[in-house]
Structure formats: structure tokens, C-alpha cells
């Protein structure tokens, strides 16, 4: 057998025996002898850090969930959200009867996530808005709508439950303690004011009359924060009875349908944190502060990684060929008890201290590991959470490979909370930023530090 043909064995053998290992941590761990089989393993490259903040907002317009509560972090500073939204007519030309007669008005509010102070109580209030969502508007997380006096509050406990629901075969069903608060007498008979009238016609009329709500927390530093589901369980319900008719009936107003709009505002105060200085578009070295970088859904606080000398593998080994190559993203120990990491990271090119964009004003990512995928958009990289060791990974075999062969330039990333959504068969997926202020605190020191773990072989 010559060497070429050896090499090209050996080099097949290496990536099938990475392949059989189950767990990332073990990868290489009997392949440092390169007299075995030519496989090399280095996790050295510096991986330089930093937090940096992001001068643009992200869209929070019409998610799948709204938030509403906050937290107090003294690490990244106490985070508010308030929710913004219209109300679904849920109808046209609503008639409640003769002379209809208020019982009550209530709002329910549905949610799926308790995050931060798990077990605090939350308050909120419910206002009127005093103008009304712009047509062609978009809406991000620092936008909000001017409303007035609060139409009721209320002060709940945000908690999972569960009940017997078969007790011969011990089945349980788990649940969310929902908020049911009563609003305003005089704002619900107004509603009922209006049976038969031009504001009850159709959705475009009512969404002129009653502008939308402001659901907001009372508290200065909220210590709990929900992901609200708008759907069919939030909704608003007017109870009535009407002419010498002693029912009660009902019709209920949904936060969604219809073309009702909402958004979430998301504020955060980091004063006495290490961050209180941080400018934005500006970068904070994880140096200055221990060796830590942050990330911050919502808010864009984000983090940097540059690894400076990638591309000058090959003038140190030689022809070489990437077998496996993957990041590893720790978690500072002690960070994450009550403030938990979000599950899932992206990746984006940097401009400077920015995400890149291409001309249509769409992120650009860094791709997961497809040869096919290195110079498209469509194939966004996972940095995914693994719990039991406490750190992020991802596996950027192609992307190193493509450095390496001059097809991709070794730019900046930087990191992003985010959500994936599967976008075919293909193995095509779309990625969108998380609006959940999910929070992680990354370290880079000599101790646990960030690596790239690259085992390759050599081909001359």
C-alpha cells in the first residue's frame, strides 16, 4: 500500500470511529497518539470574548407569546415587560339585546412559562389605551402606546399545578393557575352601550372605538415573568342580562383573531451591574469582568467571539483536512439557580460590534455542519444547552473546513439567543430571535474557558 492510499484509509477510519462516539466530550480521547491512526487533536486556538449591546431593537410584534412581569438579576440588572394589545370583535354588528345590564366584565390571561422568581407573586393592572396601533407600523421591544387610568389590578402567584383526574390509574393533569381579574363596572357597560351601534359593526369600527389595553406590572422591580399565550384562554368576558330576561349571558372579547394586533415592551436597568456603562454598538472585553461574556434575549445583550489565528492552521500543520471540529460555550458555575439559560444559541456573521446583513436587511448566519450549506443562509448553526455539563456546543466541522479552504472568511460571531423553526424536509430551517428574556452568563477563563475542538488529519 503507498502512503497516499494509506493516508486516505487511515483518514476514512479516523472519521468513522468519531463518528460512533456518543458523547461529544469523549470524541478523541483515545486518538491523541497520531502513530495510531494520523489523527490529530488540538484545543488551543484563543478564542477572544465580550459582550456587546446591540443598538437596534427586536420585532415583538404579533409572537407567538407576550411577556409580562420581570426579574431582578444582579448580574445583568432587573428586566420589565408590559404587554400591548387589541381585542378581537368576535363578530359583526353585535346586538345584545334590549337595554342589556352589566354583571360583571372580567380578563383571564393564559400563560405557559414561569421564568425568574419561580414561586413570587406578580401584579399587573390593566389600562385603556389612548391611541391605537398605526397601520403600516412595526412594533419592537422598546415601542410602546400611550393609555390612561387602570380599568382593574390584580396579584396572583404564577404556578404549575396538578390534579388527580383518575385515581385508580394515579393520572395526573397539570395546569397553569390562571389570573382572573375584574375590570371596570363603567367600562363594561359602556361596551354594552354600544349594542347595535357603528363601534360593535366589525372589527376595523371597534378597533377605532376601543383602542386596545396596556397590561402592565404595578411594581417598580417585578420579581416573576410569564410567557402569555394570547390565544383562545386570554380573553375578555362580558357577563349581562338584558330587558326582564333574568339569564345571564355572555360574550367574550379574544386578545387574537380578527386581526387583532399586540406586542410586548421589554426594558431592562442595569445600574450597579457590570454593565451599567456599557454604550451600545460599544464591546466589553470578558477580561475586564472575570472572564465573562453576557447574553440577554429581548434586550440585545449579546456575545462576541473572534478566534484570530483559525485560519492559520494549515501554515502550522501542513495540508490538513477537518475530521470534526466543535465549540464549546461554558456557563459560569453558580449562574444559572434561579436566572435560567435559554436553550438554544445562533450565530451570526459580525459587522463591527453588529450582525451582519445582506442587502434585504436578513441576519446573516453562521451555517450548521453541511458542506453544501457553508455559503447559505438557509442552514443556521444550533449552539444547543446541555444541562448535565453545563455548557453550549455545536458542531462547525464544515465551517472550519471552509475557512481553511479560502470558500468562507474567519470573521467575528456573534451569539444570539434564538428560535428554530424547521423550514422543510430538507433540513432547511428559518431562525428568529427569542423574545423570552432568558439570560446566561458565558465564561472564558483558564479554568473553564471557550474551545474549539478540532481533530484532524494530516494529508502530507
Same mark, same amino acid.
Request: aromatic residues 10%; charged residues 20%.
Given at each position: 500500500?503507498?502512503?497516499?492510499?494509506?493516508?486516505?484509509?487511515?483518514?476514512?477510519?479516523? =472519521?468513522?470511529?468519531?463518528?460512533?462516539?456518543?458523547?461529544?466530550?469523549?470524541?478523541?480521547?483515545?486518538?491523541?497518539?497520531?502513530?495510531?491512526?494520523?489523527?490529530?487533536?488540538?484545543?488551543?486556538?484563543?478564542?477572544?470574548?465580550?459582550?456587546?449591546?446591540?443598538?437596534? +431593537?427586536?420585532?415583538?410584534?404579533?409572537?407567538?407569546?407576550?411577556?409580562?412581569?420581570?426579574?431582578?438579576?444582579?448580574?445583568?440588572?432587573?428586566? %420589565?415587560?408590559?404587554?400591548?394589545?387589541?381585542?378581537?370583535?368576535?363578530?359583526?354588528?353585535?346586538? &345584545?339585546?334590549?337595554?342589556?345590564?352589566?354583571?360583571?366584565?372580567?380578563?383571564?390571561?393564559?400563560?405557559?412559562?414561569?421564568?425568574?422568581?419561580?414561586?413570587?407573586?406578580?401584579?399587573?393592572?390593566?389600562?385603556?389605551?389612548?391611541?391605537? &396601533?398605526?397601520?403600516?407600523?412595526?412594533?419592537?421591544?422598546?415601542?410602546?402606546?400611550?393609555?390612561?387610568?387602570?380599568?382593574?389590578?390584580?396579584?396572583?402567584?404564577?404556578?404549575?399545578?396538578?390534579?388527580?383526574?383518575?385515581?385508580?390509574?394515579? !393520572?395526573?393533569?397539570?395546569?397553569?393557575?390562571?389570573?382572573?381579574?375584574?375590570?371596570?363596572?363603567? &367600562?363594561?357597560?359602556?361596551?354594552?352601550?354600544?349594542?347595535?351601534?357603528?363601534?360593535?359593526?366589525?372589527?376595523?369600527?371597534?378597533?377605532?372605538?376601543?383602542?386596545?389595553?396596556?397590561?402592565?406590572?404595578?411594581?417598580?422591580?417585578?420579581?416573576?415573568?410569564?410567557?402569555?399565550?394570547?390565544?383562545?384562554?386570554?380573553?375578555?368576558?362580558?357577563?349581562?342580562?338584558?330587558?326582564?330576561?333574568?339569564?345571564? %349571558?355572555?360574550?367574550?372579547?379574544?386578545?387574537?383573531?380578527?386581526?387583532?394586533?399586540? &406586542?410586548?415592551?421589554? !426594558?431592562?436597568?442595569?445600574?450597579?451591574?457590570?454593565?451599567?456603562?456599557?454604550?451600545?454598538?460599544?464591546? =466589553?472585553?470578558?477580561?475586564?469582568?472575570?472572564?465573562?461574556?453576557?447574553?440577554?434575549?429581548?434586550?440585545?445583550? =449579546?456575545?462576541?467571539?473572534?478566534?484570530?489565528?483559525?485560519?492559520?492552521?494549515?501554515?502550522?500543520?501542513?495540508?490538513?483536512?477537518?475530521?470534526?471540529?466543535?465549540?464549546?460555550?461554558?456557563?459560569?458555575?453558580?449562574?444559572?439557580?434561579?436566572?435560567?439559560?435559554?436553550?438554544?444559541?445562533?450565530?451570526?456573521?459580525?459587522?463591527?460590534?453588529?450582525?451582519?446583513?445582506?442587502?434585504?436587511?436578513?441576519?446573516?448566519?453562521?451555517?450548521?455542519?453541511?458542506?453544501?450549506?457553508?455559503?447559505?443562509?438557509?442552514?443556521?448553526?444550533?449552539?444547543?444547552?446541555?444541562?448535565?455539563?453545563?455548557?453550549? !456546543?455545536?458542531? =462547525?466541522?464544515?465551517?472550519?473546513?471552509?475557512?481553511?479552504?479560502?470558500?468562507?472568511?474567519?470573521? +467575528?460571531?456573534?451569539?444570539?439567543?434564538?428560535?428554530?423553526?424547521?423550514?422543510?424536509?430538507?433540513?432547511?430551517?428559518?431562525?428568529?430571535?427569542?423574545?423570552?428574556?432568558?439570560?446566561?452568563?458565558?465564561?472564558? !477563563?483558564?479554568?473553564?474557558?471557550?474551545?474549539?475542538?478540532?481533530?484532524?488529519?494530516?494529508?502530507?
Amino acid at each position: 500500500m503507498n502512503s497516499a492510499v494509506r493516508r486516505f484509509t487511515l483518514f476514512f477510519f479516523s =472519521l468513522a470511529l468519531l463518528a460512533s462516539c456518543e458523547d461529544p466530550s469523549d470524541i478523541g480521547l483515545d486518538l491523541q497518539d497520531e502513530n495510531q491512526i494520523g489523527t490529530f487533536y488540538t484545543d488551543t486556538l484563543t478564542i477572544n470574548s465580550g459582550t456587546v449591546l446591540q443598538t437596534d +431593537s427586536i420585532l415583538s410584534f404579533n409572537q407567538d407569546r407576550a411577556v409580562l412581569g420581570g426579574y431582578l438579576d444582579p448580574v445583568a440588572g432587573s428586566v %420589565k415587560a408590559a404587554i400591548f394589545t387589541e381585542l378581537a370583535l368576535g363578530g359583526n354588528d353585535l346586538n &345584545f339585546g334590549e337595554n342589556p345590564l352589566l354583571d360583571s366584565v372580567t380578563l383571564t390571561l393564559d400563560y405557559d412559562l414561569i421564568y425568574g422568581g419561580v414561586g413570587q407573586q406578580l401584579s399587573f393592572s390593566v389600562h385603556r389605551l389612548t391611541e391605537g &396601533f398605526q397601520e403600516k407600523a412595526s412594533y419592537f421591544t422598546n415601542s410602546s402606546i400611550p393609555y390612561g387610568s387602570s380599568l382593574g389590578s390584580i396579584t396572583f402567584k404564577p404556578e404549575l399545578l396538578t390534579e388527580i383526574v383518575d385515581t385508580a390509574n394515579k !393520572t395526573e393533569r397539570s395546569f397553569y393557575r390562571l389570573p382572573k381579574l375584574h375590570l371596570d363596572r363603567a &367600562f363594561g357597560q359602556e361596551l354594552l352601550n354600544q349594542s347595535n351601534k357603528d363601534p360593535l359593526k366589525n372589527q376595523v369600527k371597534f378597533s377605532q372605538y376601543l383602542k386596545g389595553l396596556a397590561i402592565v406590572p404595578t411594581e417598580a422591580s417585578p420579581r416573576v415573568l410569564i410567557a402569555a399565550n394570547l390565544g383562545s384562554n386570554s380573553k375578555v368576558v362580558l357577563y349581562f342580562k338584558n330587558g326582564t330576561d333574568t339569564t345571564r %349571558k355572555s360574550h367574550t372579547f379574544f386578545f387574537s383573531g380578527n386581526g387583532a394586533r399586540d &406586542f410586548s415592551r421589554i !426594558t431592562a436597568d442595569r445600574t450597579g451591574t457590570a454593565l451599567e456603562n456599557l454604550q451600545k454598538n460599544a464591546f =466589553l472585553p470578558s477580561e475586564a469582568v472575570n472572564g465573562e461574556t453576557y447574553l440577554q434575549s429581548s434586550t440585545q445583550l =449579546l456575545t462576541k467571539l473572534t478566534i484570530p489565528h483559525l485560519d492559520k492552521l494549515k501554515e502550522k500543520y501542513g495540508n490538513i483536512v477537518i475530521n470534526r471540529a466543535e465549540l464549546v460555550l461554558p456557563i459560569k458555575n453558580g449562574t444559572t439557580n434561579t436566572i435560567k439559560p435559554p436553550s438554544k444559541l445562533a450565530m451570526y456573521y459580525a459587522n463591527g460590534n453588529r450582525i451582519k446583513e445582506n442587502s434585504s436587511g436578513i441576519e446573516l448566519t453562521v451555517p450548521k455542519d453541511l458542506a453544501f450549506a457553508v455559503n447559505s443562509n438557509n442552514y443556521p448553526a444550533e449552539l444547543t444547552y446541555n444541562t448535565k455539563l453545563n455548557q453550549y !456546543t455545536v458542531n =462547525l466541522t464544515a465551517y472550519v473546513q471552509a475557512i481553511l479552504l479560502g470558500q468562507l472568511p474567519n470573521s +467575528s460571531i456573534i451569539v444570539a439567543p434564538a428560535r428554530f423553526s424547521a423550514a422543510g424536509t430538507t433540513g432547511a430551517a428559518s431562525v428568529s430571535r427569542e423574545i423570552v428574556p432568558y439570560r446566561a452568563v458565558l465564561s472564558n !477563563t483558564a479554568e473553564r474557558g471557550m474551545k474549539l475542538r478540532i481533530y484532524f488529519s494530516k494529508l502530507d
